[in-house]
């Protein structure tokens, strides 16, 4: 907050488009913002730093933007932000003296807390400095829970422990593992589908809920376990998967979930508050995709952080 305060940030004006610039979790982080304020009527748009050095000269897709990156040492949103209108780059880093900081006009630093390889504190952070921003730019109401996150974070910790260990061992033993969401629960859902791939080293897809059903849906079976965040269309597939032996994990706000199932033993159900909208509600969905995939990794045996493929040039000195 004191960063804010003394940041040189203005207002971004009704009409304007915010642009979300990242790669990986980052650009998964972005998913939350787009919703949030598609929620409240502004302009926003998720980029993938890459797009935007494939862009012609000079094309600028938003009026503002976030440029973020965990370590403020990804290449490709340094290279895009230098691309970007000079004056309207805010970056999201976890560390404030870092390379993307000399290419942007302000930067937000997360305080340089140690984190997972495969940055899961980073993770949460970036969403909470999201929602810190937007208010301070007016894009989005005061939100008191804000100020709960932290407690709500604890909580979360231990009351999604043992759904969160139920579904560590579902996906442990599975073949793949698909994932869906909408909204700001968007971002969880291509969050957790990233860490399977990148911590478990496992098949893993990410859809929009409706999306799934055009198509993705039907390579579902026994072997595979469904991860669902939401408390609509998703509660729509739990009795059509079911009943064909899948195996699902559903993160929902809405009450009674199992009885739409079509056997219930084949349903782990991840109650919410239904007070948690928005970003703080993403913030709680990635703790607990957060504990599944720890879960997960202990039932295989797997060392997270462990990386098979090193030196892609992802990370630059």
Same mark, same amino acid.
């Given at each position: 907050m004191a960063q804010l305060a003394s940041a040189p940030l203005a207002a971004l004006g009704a009409t304007e488009t915010l642009g979300i610039v990242g790669m990986g979790a980052s650009h998964n982080s972005g998913h939350a913002v787009v919703a949030a304020l598609a929620a409240a009527g502004r302009r926003a748009v998720n980029l993938t730093a890459t797009d935007l050095l494939n862009a012609a000269s000079g094309y600028q897709p938003a009026d503002r933007y976030l440029v973020v990156s965990e370590s403020g040492r990804s290449p490709e949103p340094i290279a895009a932000a230098e691309q970007l209108t000079a004056g309207a780059r805010i970056a999201v880093t976890n560390v404030a003296a870092s390379p993307l900081s000399r290419v942007v006009d302000a930067t937000l630093g997360l305080g340089e807390v140690p984190d997972s390889a495969i940055y899961t504190v980073g993770y949460t952070g970036t969403l909470l400095a999201y929602a810190l921003v937007l208010e301070h730019l007016g894009a989005l109401p005061s939100d008191e829970s804000l100020a709960a996150i932290p407690r709500s974070v604890?909580?979360?910790?231990?009351?999604?422990?043992?759904?969160?260990?139920?579904?560590?061992?579902?996906?442990?033993?599975?073949?793949?593992?698909?994932?869906?969401? &909408?909204?700001?629960?968007?971002?969880?859902?291509? #969050?957790?589908?990233?860490?399977? &791939?990148?911590?478990? &080293?496992? *098949?893993?897809?990410?859809?929009?809920?409706?999306?799934?059903?055009?198509?993705?849906?039907?390579?579902?079976?026994?072997?595979?376990?469904?991860?669902?965040?939401?408390?609509? &269309?998703?509660?729509?597939?739990? +009795?059509?998967?079911?009943? !064909?032996?899948? !195996?699902?994990?559903?993160?929902?706000?809405?009450?009674?979930?199992?009885? !739409?199932?079509?056997? *219930?033993?084949?349903?782990?159900?991840? #109650?919410?508050?239904?007070?948690?909208?928005?970003?703080?509600? +993403?913030?709680? #969905?990635?703790?607990?995709?957060?504990? +599944?995939?720890?879960?997960?990794?202990?039932r295989r045996g797997i060392r997270l952080g462990d990386f098979t493929y090193n030196d892609l040039g992802t990370k630059i000195a």
């Open positions: 604890e909580s979360a910790l231990t009351g999604f422990a043992k759904p969160a260990t139920r579904a560590g061992e579902w996906i442990a033993a599975a073949a793949a593992v698909d994932v869906i969401g &909408r909204g700001t629960s968007f971002a969880s859902a291509t #969050e957790l589908a990233l860490m399977l &791939r990148e911590g478990l &080293r496992m *098949p893993s897809g990410c859809y929009e809920s409706f999306e799934y059903t055009h198509g993705p849906i039907e390579a579902a079976s026994p072997q595979t376990v469904v991860v669902m965040f939401g408390d609509g &269309r998703e509660l729509e597939l739990l +009795a059509p998967l079911t009943s !064909r032996g899948v !195996r699902v994990v559903l993160v929902t706000s809405v009450p009674s979930a199992e009885s !739409r199932a079509a056997d *219930p033993d084949l349903l782990t159900v991840v #109650e919410l508050e239904p007070t948690l909208v928005g970003i703080p509600r +993403a913030i709680i #969905e990635a703790v607990f995709a957060q504990l +599944a995939l720890s879960a997960a990794a202990q």
